[in-house]
C-alpha cells in the first residue's frame, strides 16, 4: 500500500458530526454580546458576516492569537479576520498580531498566549516541525499541529542591477560569473534570505544547485534582514535575494535589480507558508481549531475572486498589515510581474499568489507529501546537524505534525465543494524545472537524482 493513500491518520480525534444541526442556536446565543475588540490590528470591516447554521460545533473559546508576517502569504488570516470569517465560526475574539520577524514568531510561539506570545500563526516549512521537536528552539519542544496551507507561489529571486546582462537568470547560463567571483571582486558572490533552513534559503539552494553552483561552497548564503538586504543590493555588496512579495515589483520599480526567477517558474503551484497552531492549544481546542480553519478556508476562497483583489490590496496593504502603497501590491496581485534583465514580463492571474485553488488541486489542503519534501531538503542539506536523520524520521514527524484530517473535517462541516476536498495526502509525483522529479512514495530516489547536496 503506498505511504500517502490512506486519507485519514491513524491518530482520530473526539469528533461528534451529529451535532452539527443543533449549533446554530448555541452559535447565536455565544456571539450574542461580541466582546470588545482586543487585536493589536484595527478592524476595517464594516460589519461581520451573519452566522451560518449548519458550519459546526459551539468552539471551546472564542479567543485565539494568531501571528503574521507582513507579506503576501498572511493574508488569509488578515481578511479571516477582517471580513469577518471567524466570527461567522464562532471565533469571535481572534487576536492577528504582526510579528517583527520568523525569529520572533518562534520565540512568541514558544511563550504561547497565556504569557503574552501567540498560540499559532503563519509560518515558512518546516518551522512547525522544528518547533515540535525542539530543533531551533534550543531543546525546548513545543508540539504543534500544521492545519492548512495559507498559499501557494509569491515568491522569487532578486538579483543586483550590478550583475545584470551576465546571464543570471532561470537558468544561470554561465556558472562561472558567479564561481569567479572571489578572483574577480574580491569576495564571494553574496546571497541572502531572512531566516535559515526554511523556504526562501530551499528555494534560493534549488535555484543556485540547478545551475551547479554549490550554495555552501560557492557563494556565500546568510540571513539578513529584508531593509539591509535592499540597501546592499542597491550598493552592490550583495548580489542576490530570495524573497517574497511585493519585494519582487519594489525590486523592479526602485531599479535596485532584476527577478531571476519566480518561484512560480521554478516549481509551478508549489507549497509555501502554512496556518499551524501549539498542538496544546488543538487538542483543548478542537471544535475552536475547526472553526478558525473554517475562516481561513473561507477567507482563501474570497481572496482567489478576482473581483475581490482590490479590496484585499486595500485591507492588506493597510498600515497595521503589510503598510505599502496599493500600487506596490497591484501588480503581484494580478500575476503581473517586470522580471528585467531583458526577460519577457509575466502576465498571469495564476502566476501569482493563489490561496484556494491551483490548476493542480488544493492550495489550502496540506498535503503530507509537501512536508515530506521540506524535511527531504532538510536532509539533503544536512541542515540542523543531521537531526532529521533518515527518511523514515522524516515520515514519522509529518504524521506526528500534520493534521490533515482536522483540515478534512472542518471542510465537510462547512459543506464546501466535494470536488475542492482532496481525497489523498500526496498530491504525487512533483516536478521542478530542471526536470528533476520528488516522488513522495520515493523521497531517497529523489536525493539519489540530486549533484550538489550534503548527504
Ligand atoms: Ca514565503
Redesign the pocket.
Known sequence: MAQFSTPYSRRKFLLTTGAVAASSVLLKGCLGNPPEETTTTSSNSTSPATVNSGTGETPEVTKIKLGFIP?V?AAPIIIAKEKGFFTKYGMTEVEVSKQANWASARDNVVIGSANGGIDGGQW?MPMPHMITEGIITNGTKVPMYVLAQL?TQ??GIAISGKNAGKGVNLKIADPDYIKAFEKTEGRKFKAAHTFPNA??DFWIRYWFAASGIDPDKDIDLLAIPSAETVQGMKTGTTDAFST?DPWPYRIIADKIGYMSALTHQMWKFHP??YLAIRADWVDKNPKATKAVLKGIMEAQQWCDDPANRKELIQICSGRNYFNVPVNILTPPYEGKYSLGDGQPDVNDFKAGPLYWKDDIGSVSYPYKSHDLWFLTETIRWNFHKGAIKDIDTARKLVDKVNREDLWREAAKEAGFAAADIPTATSRGVEKFFDGVTFDPEKPEAYLSSLKIKRV
Open positions: 507579506i502569504e515558512q498559499i509569491g515568491n523556504n526562501q517574497g509555501e507558508e
